[in-house]
Protein backbone atom coordinates (compact mmCIF):
# COMPACT_ATOMS: atom_id res chain seq x y z
CA UNK A 1 0.00 0.00 0.00
CA UNK A 2 3.12 2.38 -0.09
CA UNK A 3 2.46 3.70 -3.20
CA UNK A 4 -1.24 3.37 -3.12
CA UNK A 5 -1.55 7.58 -3.46
CA UNK A 6 0.94 7.75 -6.14
CA UNK A 7 -1.02 5.16 -8.03
CA UNK A 8 -4.19 6.22 -8.20
CA UNK A 9 -2.92 9.59 -9.19
CA UNK A 10 -1.38 8.00 -11.95
CA UNK A 11 -4.41 6.10 -12.87
CA UNK A 12 -6.64 9.52 -13.05
CA UNK A 13 -3.71 10.74 -14.87
CA UNK A 14 -4.08 8.06 -17.23
CA UNK A 15 -8.17 8.31 -17.78
CA UNK A 16 -8.17 11.88 -18.01
CA UNK A 17 -5.32 13.02 -20.18
CA UNK A 18 -5.71 13.69 -23.66
CA UNK A 19 -2.83 11.52 -25.46
CA UNK A 20 -1.54 14.85 -28.29
CA UNK A 21 1.24 13.46 -29.35
CA UNK A 22 1.98 11.30 -32.90
CA UNK A 23 1.94 8.25 -33.43
CA UNK A 24 4.89 6.49 -33.72
CA UNK A 25 6.50 6.60 -37.59
CA UNK A 26 7.92 2.92 -38.81
CA UNK A 27 10.43 5.34 -40.54
CA UNK A 28 13.15 7.32 -38.99
CA UNK A 29 11.89 11.15 -40.27
CA UNK A 30 15.54 12.61 -39.72
CA UNK A 31 19.09 11.21 -39.98
CA UNK A 32 20.84 11.37 -36.23
CA UNK A 33 23.69 13.09 -35.41
CA UNK A 34 26.14 11.12 -34.03
CA UNK A 35 28.89 13.08 -31.54
CA UNK A 36 32.62 11.94 -31.87
CA UNK A 37 34.17 9.36 -29.77
CA UNK A 38 37.09 10.82 -27.35
CA UNK A 39 35.54 14.21 -27.76
CA UNK A 40 33.76 16.59 -25.60
CA UNK A 41 32.20 18.09 -29.07
CA UNK A 42 28.84 17.75 -29.34
CA UNK A 43 26.60 19.81 -32.22
CA UNK A 44 23.36 21.75 -30.77
CA UNK A 45 20.49 22.64 -32.14
CA UNK A 46 18.95 26.14 -30.29
CA UNK A 47 15.24 25.93 -29.47
CA UNK A 48 14.36 28.88 -31.73
CA UNK A 49 15.49 27.18 -34.57
CA UNK A 50 13.09 23.88 -33.50
CA UNK A 51 10.48 26.36 -33.43
CA UNK A 52 10.66 25.35 -29.52
CA UNK A 53 9.24 27.89 -26.89
CA UNK A 54 11.82 29.32 -25.06
CA UNK A 55 9.17 30.97 -22.07
CA UNK A 56 8.11 26.87 -21.50
CA UNK A 57 11.65 25.98 -21.59
CA UNK A 58 12.67 28.24 -18.77
CA UNK A 59 9.70 27.23 -16.79
CA UNK A 60 11.13 23.29 -17.45
CA UNK A 61 14.39 24.05 -15.73
CA UNK A 62 12.35 25.78 -12.65
CA UNK A 63 10.48 22.97 -12.69
CA UNK A 64 13.65 20.73 -12.25
CA UNK A 65 15.05 22.45 -9.92
CA UNK A 66 12.77 22.77 -7.64
CA UNK A 67 12.72 18.85 -7.14
CA UNK A 68 16.71 18.16 -7.04
CA UNK A 69 17.62 17.78 -10.11
CA UNK A 70 21.45 18.15 -10.91
CA UNK A 71 21.86 16.77 -14.95
CA UNK A 72 18.76 17.60 -17.70
CA UNK A 73 19.83 17.04 -21.08
CA UNK A 74 17.32 16.68 -23.99
CA UNK A 75 18.58 15.90 -27.40
CA UNK A 76 16.83 16.42 -30.97
CA UNK A 77 18.50 14.25 -34.05
CA UNK A 78 21.20 13.51 -31.88
CA UNK A 79 21.89 17.43 -31.23
CA UNK A 80 21.61 19.14 -27.73
CA UNK A 81 18.65 21.46 -27.28
CA UNK A 82 19.08 21.82 -23.88
CA UNK A 83 21.66 20.96 -21.57
CA UNK A 84 21.60 22.29 -18.17
CA UNK A 85 23.33 21.43 -14.33
CA UNK A 86 22.29 22.46 -11.02
CA UNK A 87 24.05 21.86 -7.52
CA UNK A 88 26.73 20.48 -5.96
CA UNK A 89 27.59 16.41 -6.18
CA UNK A 90 27.15 14.02 -3.07
CA UNK A 91 30.14 15.36 -1.36
CA UNK A 92 29.03 19.03 -1.65
CA UNK A 93 32.16 20.59 -2.34
CA UNK A 94 32.10 21.24 -6.18
CA UNK A 95 30.16 22.31 -8.83
CA UNK A 96 27.99 19.48 -10.89
CA UNK A 97 28.58 19.76 -14.66
CA UNK A 98 29.04 17.43 -17.06
CA UNK A 99 32.20 15.79 -15.95
CA UNK A 100 30.50 14.50 -13.15
CA UNK A 101 29.77 11.08 -12.57
CA UNK A 102 26.25 10.29 -11.49
CA UNK A 103 24.41 6.94 -10.73
CA UNK A 104 21.62 5.28 -12.65
CA UNK A 105 19.99 3.51 -9.97
CA UNK A 106 17.67 1.02 -11.66
CA UNK A 107 17.90 2.57 -14.82
CA UNK A 108 20.86 0.56 -14.93
CA UNK A 109 18.95 -2.20 -15.60
CA UNK A 110 18.54 -1.50 -19.69
CA UNK A 111 22.72 -1.36 -19.89
CA UNK A 112 22.16 -4.71 -18.45
CA UNK A 113 19.62 -5.68 -21.25
CA UNK A 114 21.37 -4.77 -23.93
CA UNK A 115 24.63 -6.60 -22.63
CA UNK A 116 22.70 -9.45 -22.19
CA UNK A 117 21.46 -9.56 -25.50
CA UNK A 118 24.54 -8.65 -27.42
CA UNK A 119 26.20 -11.87 -25.52
CA UNK A 120 23.62 -13.94 -26.98
CA UNK A 121 24.34 -12.19 -30.60
CA UNK A 122 27.85 -13.66 -30.16
CA UNK A 123 26.75 -17.49 -28.87
CA UNK A 124 27.27 -16.84 -25.95
CA UNK A 125 24.22 -17.54 -24.17
CA UNK A 126 20.55 -17.88 -24.84
CA UNK A 127 18.09 -16.57 -23.12
CA UNK A 128 15.94 -19.30 -23.39
CA UNK A 129 18.19 -21.12 -21.36
CA UNK A 130 17.61 -21.91 -17.95
CA UNK A 131 19.79 -20.00 -15.49
CA UNK A 132 21.38 -22.43 -13.44
CA UNK A 133 22.88 -23.73 -17.06
CA UNK A 134 25.00 -20.23 -15.94
CA UNK A 135 25.21 -20.22 -12.55
CA UNK A 136 25.14 -24.25 -11.35
CA UNK A 137 22.11 -26.22 -9.67
CA UNK A 138 21.90 -24.28 -6.02
CA UNK A 139 21.65 -20.73 -7.02
CA UNK A 140 18.45 -20.70 -5.38
CA UNK A 141 16.41 -22.69 -2.78
CA UNK A 142 14.12 -23.80 -5.15
CA UNK A 143 14.05 -27.82 -5.84
CA UNK A 144 15.34 -28.71 -8.87
CA UNK A 145 12.53 -29.12 -10.90
CA UNK A 146 11.52 -25.49 -9.80
CA UNK A 147 14.68 -23.82 -10.35
CA UNK A 148 14.79 -25.57 -14.31
CA UNK A 149 11.93 -23.81 -14.99
CA UNK A 150 13.55 -20.43 -14.44
CA UNK A 151 15.07 -19.29 -17.78
CA UNK A 152 17.06 -15.86 -18.07
CA UNK A 153 14.48 -14.09 -19.75
CA UNK A 154 12.43 -14.48 -16.50
CA UNK A 155 15.50 -12.33 -15.27
CA UNK A 156 15.38 -9.72 -17.54
CA UNK A 157 11.20 -9.68 -17.12
CA UNK A 158 10.71 -9.29 -13.33
CA UNK A 159 8.67 -13.13 -13.91
CA UNK A 160 10.94 -16.10 -12.19
CA UNK A 161 7.97 -16.78 -9.64
CA UNK A 162 10.60 -16.17 -6.70
CA UNK A 163 9.02 -14.84 -3.58
CA UNK A 164 8.94 -11.28 -2.90
CA UNK A 165 7.11 -11.28 0.35
CA UNK A 166 9.41 -10.99 3.86
CA UNK A 167 12.35 -11.13 2.30
CA UNK A 168 14.86 -8.93 1.38
CA UNK A 169 14.46 -8.52 -2.26
CA UNK A 170 18.41 -7.03 -2.94
CA UNK A 171 19.51 -10.36 -1.32
CA UNK A 172 20.98 -12.87 -3.94
CA UNK A 173 22.32 -15.65 -1.55
CA UNK A 174 19.98 -18.91 -2.26
CA UNK A 175 18.48 -18.42 1.26
CA UNK A 176 16.99 -16.14 0.06
CA UNK A 177 15.76 -16.70 -3.11
CA UNK A 178 12.60 -19.13 -2.59
CA UNK A 179 9.58 -20.49 -4.45
CA UNK A 180 6.31 -18.36 -4.70
CA UNK A 181 4.95 -19.21 -7.87
CA UNK A 182 5.88 -21.12 -11.28
CA UNK A 183 8.08 -19.15 -13.83
CA UNK A 184 6.54 -16.88 -15.99
CA UNK A 185 3.34 -16.57 -14.01
CA UNK A 186 4.11 -13.60 -12.00
CA UNK A 187 5.06 -9.93 -12.55
CA UNK A 188 7.11 -8.75 -9.57
CA UNK A 189 10.01 -5.65 -9.49
CA UNK A 190 12.44 -8.03 -7.93
CA UNK A 191 16.11 -6.63 -7.56
CA UNK A 192 17.85 -9.93 -6.64
CA UNK A 193 16.95 -12.35 -9.98
CA UNK A 194 18.14 -9.19 -12.14
CA UNK A 195 21.49 -8.70 -9.89
CA UNK A 196 22.49 -11.90 -10.79
CA UNK A 197 22.45 -11.39 -14.67
CA UNK A 198 25.45 -9.97 -13.95
CA UNK A 199 26.98 -13.19 -12.93
CA UNK A 200 25.05 -15.16 -16.49
CA UNK A 201 27.07 -12.14 -18.61
CA UNK A 202 30.14 -13.11 -16.65
CA UNK A 203 29.76 -17.20 -16.25
CA UNK A 204 28.60 -17.27 -19.99
CA UNK A 205 31.50 -14.80 -21.84
CA UNK A 206 34.09 -15.16 -19.11
CA UNK A 207 34.97 -11.73 -19.22
CA UNK A 208 34.11 -9.74 -15.66
CA UNK A 209 30.95 -7.58 -16.05
CA UNK A 210 32.81 -4.06 -17.03
CA UNK A 211 35.36 -5.51 -18.93
CA UNK A 212 32.06 -6.50 -21.53
CA UNK A 213 30.49 -3.16 -21.05
CA UNK A 214 34.05 -1.45 -22.14
CA UNK A 215 33.98 -3.87 -25.00
CA UNK A 216 30.36 -3.44 -25.61
CA UNK A 217 29.83 0.03 -24.95
CA UNK A 218 32.33 2.40 -23.88
CA UNK A 219 34.70 1.42 -27.19
CA UNK A 220 31.72 1.50 -29.44
CA UNK A 221 29.76 4.65 -28.33
CA UNK A 222 31.84 6.69 -26.05
CA UNK A 223 30.50 6.00 -22.78
CA UNK A 224 32.44 6.68 -20.24
CA UNK A 225 31.23 4.83 -16.94
CA UNK A 226 31.75 2.66 -14.52
CA UNK A 227 30.09 -0.78 -12.41
CA UNK A 228 30.21 -0.35 -9.07
CA UNK A 229 28.97 -3.21 -6.28
CA UNK A 230 27.25 -1.51 -3.69
CA UNK A 231 25.91 -3.96 -1.20
CA UNK A 232 24.43 -6.69 -3.18
CA UNK A 233 23.96 -4.64 -6.21
CA UNK A 234 25.11 -3.58 -9.29
CA UNK A 235 25.13 0.21 -9.55
CA UNK A 236 26.26 2.09 -12.66
CA UNK A 237 28.09 5.37 -12.69
CA UNK A 238 28.38 7.12 -15.33
CA UNK A 239 28.15 11.19 -16.61
CA UNK A 240 25.34 12.82 -17.91
CA UNK A 241 26.05 12.89 -21.77
CA UNK A 242 27.28 9.20 -21.63
CA UNK A 243 23.79 8.52 -20.93
CA UNK A 244 22.47 10.48 -23.38
CA UNK A 245 24.91 8.63 -25.82
CA UNK A 246 23.38 5.60 -24.87
CA UNK A 247 19.72 6.72 -25.21
CA UNK A 248 21.07 8.19 -28.97
CA UNK A 249 22.02 4.33 -29.91
CA UNK A 250 19.10 3.06 -28.75
CA UNK A 251 17.28 5.69 -31.10
CA UNK A 252 19.46 4.38 -33.55
CA UNK A 253 18.23 1.22 -33.27
CA UNK A 254 21.52 -0.36 -32.37
CA UNK A 255 23.40 1.66 -34.13
CA UNK A 256 25.98 4.24 -33.56
CA UNK A 257 26.90 6.84 -36.46
CA UNK A 258 28.41 4.27 -39.13
CA UNK A 259 28.47 0.55 -37.07
CA UNK A 260 26.23 -1.64 -35.91
CA UNK A 261 26.59 -1.80 -32.28
CA UNK A 262 24.10 -4.59 -31.52
CA UNK A 263 23.17 -6.88 -34.84
CA UNK A 264 20.41 -8.90 -33.07
CA UNK A 265 17.36 -7.16 -34.88
CA UNK A 266 14.80 -9.45 -33.22
CA UNK A 267 16.46 -9.25 -29.46
CA UNK A 268 16.38 -5.32 -29.73
CA UNK A 269 12.90 -5.21 -30.87
CA UNK A 270 11.80 -7.69 -28.29
CA UNK A 271 13.92 -5.43 -25.51
CA UNK A 272 11.75 -2.57 -26.13
CA UNK A 273 8.14 -4.12 -26.72
CA UNK A 274 6.27 -6.22 -24.37
CA UNK A 275 7.68 -9.15 -22.84
CA UNK A 276 4.86 -11.01 -21.32
CA UNK A 277 1.07 -11.04 -20.82
CA UNK A 278 1.27 -9.53 -17.14
CA UNK A 279 2.73 -6.34 -16.93
CA UNK A 280 1.90 -4.63 -20.69
CA UNK A 281 4.71 -1.53 -19.90
CA UNK A 282 7.24 -3.83 -19.30
CA UNK A 283 10.18 -5.11 -21.84
CA UNK A 284 13.68 -6.55 -20.86
CA UNK A 285 14.21 -3.98 -17.78
CA UNK A 286 12.67 -1.51 -20.39
CA UNK A 287 9.42 0.59 -19.26
CA UNK A 288 7.26 1.33 -21.93
CA UNK A 289 4.55 4.04 -22.74
CA UNK A 290 1.15 3.87 -24.59
CA UNK A 291 0.22 0.64 -23.23
CA UNK A 292 -3.47 -0.14 -21.79
CA UNK A 293 -2.29 -0.90 -17.96
CA UNK A 294 1.11 -0.94 -16.12
CA UNK A 295 2.44 -3.11 -12.85
CA UNK A 296 4.85 -0.74 -11.01
CA UNK A 297 7.54 -1.20 -8.37
CA UNK A 298 6.65 -2.84 -5.28
CA UNK A 299 2.63 -4.15 -6.28
CA UNK A 300 1.15 -6.78 -7.90
CA UNK A 301 -1.62 -5.90 -10.00
CA UNK A 302 -1.92 -3.65 -13.16
CA UNK A 303 -3.11 -0.25 -12.65
CA UNK A 304 -5.18 1.12 -15.74
CA UNK A 305 -3.20 3.44 -18.15
CA UNK A 306 -0.24 4.23 -19.18
CA UNK A 307 2.96 5.04 -17.62
CA UNK A 308 3.27 8.80 -19.00
CA UNK A 309 0.14 9.90 -20.29
CA UNK A 310 1.43 13.32 -20.94
CA UNK A 311 4.74 11.29 -22.92
CA UNK A 312 4.44 10.49 -26.33
CA UNK A 313 2.72 6.60 -26.54
CA UNK A 314 6.15 5.20 -28.78
CA UNK A 315 8.14 6.25 -25.41
CA UNK A 316 10.80 3.83 -24.07
CA UNK A 317 12.38 4.93 -20.76
CA UNK A 318 15.08 3.47 -18.27
CA UNK A 319 13.93 4.17 -15.12
CA UNK A 320 15.88 4.65 -11.66
CA UNK A 321 15.19 5.44 -7.84
CA UNK A 322 15.70 9.15 -6.92
CA UNK A 323 13.98 10.07 -10.74
CA UNK A 324 16.82 8.25 -12.46
CA UNK A 325 15.87 8.62 -16.30
CA UNK A 326 17.13 8.10 -19.93
CA UNK A 327 14.26 8.10 -22.16
CA UNK A 328 14.21 7.23 -25.68
CA UNK A 329 10.85 8.86 -28.26
CA UNK A 330 11.15 7.72 -32.05
CA UNK A 331 8.62 9.54 -33.58
CA UNK A 332 9.86 12.67 -32.45
CA UNK A 333 13.92 11.62 -33.00
CA UNK A 334 14.46 12.64 -28.80
CA UNK A 335 16.35 11.52 -25.95
CA UNK A 336 15.98 12.75 -23.05
CA UNK A 337 18.42 12.24 -19.36
CA UNK A 338 17.76 13.57 -15.83
CA UNK A 339 19.44 12.49 -12.73
CA UNK A 340 19.98 13.98 -9.77
CA UNK A 341 18.18 13.63 -6.13
CA UNK A 342 14.55 12.46 -4.78
CA UNK A 343 11.75 14.27 -5.70
CA UNK A 344 10.09 12.24 -3.47
CA UNK A 345 10.50 8.82 -1.53
CA UNK A 346 8.71 6.37 -4.44
CA UNK A 347 10.62 3.64 -5.73
CA UNK A 348 10.30 5.47 -9.50
CA UNK A 349 8.73 8.30 -8.91
CA UNK A 350 6.75 7.78 -11.79
CA UNK A 351 4.48 11.31 -10.88
CA UNK A 352 7.26 13.18 -11.09
CA UNK A 353 8.11 11.43 -14.20
CA UNK A 354 4.71 12.60 -15.66
CA UNK A 355 5.07 16.20 -14.64
CA UNK A 356 8.51 16.47 -16.41
CA UNK A 357 6.83 15.33 -19.11
CA UNK A 358 3.83 17.88 -19.25
CA UNK A 359 6.01 20.81 -18.94
CA UNK A 360 8.74 18.84 -21.97
CA UNK A 361 5.73 18.53 -24.57
CA UNK A 362 4.80 22.44 -23.75
CA UNK A 363 8.47 23.23 -24.32
CA UNK A 364 7.97 21.12 -27.97
CA UNK A 365 4.79 22.43 -28.47
CA UNK A 366 3.18 20.99 -31.86
Given at each position: MKYLIALMATCLLSCSSENVNPQPDPQQPTALYFPPNGSNTWEVSSLESLGWNALKAEELKTFLASNGTRAFIVLKDGKIVMEHYWGNNLT????????????????????????????????????????????????????????????????????????????????????CLTFRANAGSQWYYHNA??????????????????????????????????????????????????????????????????????NDTNYFNQMVSTSQNLNQSYGYLWWLNGKNSVIYPGVTIPISGSLAPNAPSDLVAAMGKNGQFVGVVSSNNLVYVRFGEAPNDDLVPVLFHDQMWQKLKEVIGN
Open positions: NTAPFDQTKLWYWASAGKTLSAFLTGKAQEEGFLNIQNKTSDYLGTGWTSLTTAQENQIKVVHQLTMTTGLQFQNVNLNCTSPNPYTLLRNVVESATNKTYQQYTQEKLHQTIGMDGTWVQQAEGNVYYSTARSAARFGLMVLAKGKWNENTVM
